[in-house]
């Protein structure tokens, strides 16, 4: 019992530590990536927690009553961290009450694992979800030509196919105008830009992303990731349309690099107040995260949020229907920075990358 007792106390601690790991704002991944399982510490913090209580009834000491406080702390922050993506949270996107067919736009975007080899079952994904607009990432020209029975259905589309993990392949049935793919900051990876134009004539900025994770792998830093969200965002903030920005950000909801990109961007989160919708690992339930968004202007409420099957990919797509309503502007909250996230957003804008 007392090498069980120090075992736990032990990983007590470390979680501890892991909890606040993010905290230091360093770019490096060993730093970031602790943001991804909040949650998953979450749950296993307030085990550790209630194992401590235990052994403080059986044998109450010092060290244990401090290290059930510390826990108790941090189960309080890490749950203050989640909160916002709960139910239990306001709602930050609106719902729509009355419903005008003519004035939505229900977009999917979906990581389709680019050796995934089961297109026909991403393909009847998309043909039962029915989304007005499709973004598949991962893609190459295996996928490109796989998925070319789309062009019946969806007469405008952007097709970037990359043979190294980050093509993209954008679908639309509403006319798209003025697209362009961008190479904002690697000059692998890219982004479209377009406007579409909703049935009932109102133009809207889309913005598809899809940067490099913090990972090992494939890039030690987040440096790059963090430059170019913000620098979309910059684009959002500018823009006279309304604008949704959707994607593999590769970065979870609650990180604060996402938060930073909502502000500067004055962008909505539709799952706030709604759920996680973890996308990644598909295949690993307990290493679940929100990595794919779809974010929105204040001029748009929700309709609908959901998350798509699988179909053979280690993420699942995002679906969700917006509606562009005038008043809605004057209805919701923009997300605002305040100066020192402005100074940050900045410095990371000119932070030079590899």
């Known amino acids: 019992m007392a090498e069980l007792k120090v075992v736990v106390e032990a990983l007590s601690c470390l979680f501890i530590l892991m909890s606040l790991i993010p905290l230091v704002r360093n770019d490096y991944w060993a730093f970031r990536v602790f943001e991804y399982p909040r949650f998953q510490k979450l749950l296993i913090c307030i085990t550790l927690f209630f194992c401590i209580l235990f052994f403080i009834v059986i044998s109450p000491e010092t060290s244990l009553y401090i290290v059930a406080g510390l826990l108790f702390a941090n189960i309080c922050y890490l749950f203050y961290q989640v909160y916002p993506f709960t139910g239990l949270s306001n709602k930050e996107l609106k719902r729509a009450g009355e419903n005008f067919p003519e004035q939505c736009i229900a977009l999917m975007t979906g990581n389709v694992f680019q050796y995934n080899k089961q297109s026909q079952a991403y393909l ?51 006319e798209l105008l003025d697209f362009e793919v961008k190479f904002l900051v690697e000059n692998e990876i890219p982004s479209i830009h377009t406007k579409a134009v909703l049935p009932c004539g109102q133009k809207i900025q889309l913005y598809c992303v899809h940067p490099t994770p913090p990972v090992p792998q494939e890039n030690p830093r987040s440096t790059e990731r963090d430059k170019e969200l913000l620098l979309i965002a910059d684009k959002a903030k500018d823009n006279e349309l309304p604008v949704i920005v959707m994607g593999d950000l590769n970065d979870v909801a609650w990180s604060y690099t996402t938060s930073l990109f909502c502000k500067v961007s004055g962008l909505l989160d539709p799952r706030k107040g709604r759920g996680f919708f973890n996308t990644f690992h598909a295949q690993h339930i307990f290493l679940r995260f929100p990595l794919d968004h779809v974010f929105c202007s204040t001029d748009f409420k929700l309709v609908d949020i959901t998350k798509l099957d699988a179909a053979g990919s280690d993420h699942f797509p995002m679906y969700v229907k917006l509606q562009y309503e005038k008043v809605a502007s004057h209805e919701q909250k923009e997300p605002e920075a305040d100066e020192d996230e402005k100074k940050l957003a900045e410095e990371k804008k000119l932070k030079k990358t590899a």
């Open 124 to 174: 009847t994904n998309i043909y039962r979800a029915d989304p007005d607009v499709v973004l598949l990432l991962e893609t190459d020209s295996w996928w490109e030509r796989e998925t070319a029975e789309l062009e019946k259905c969806y007469p405008y589309h952007v097709k970037v196919p990359q043979e190294n993990t980050y093509g993209m392949l954008l679908y639309s049935k509403y």
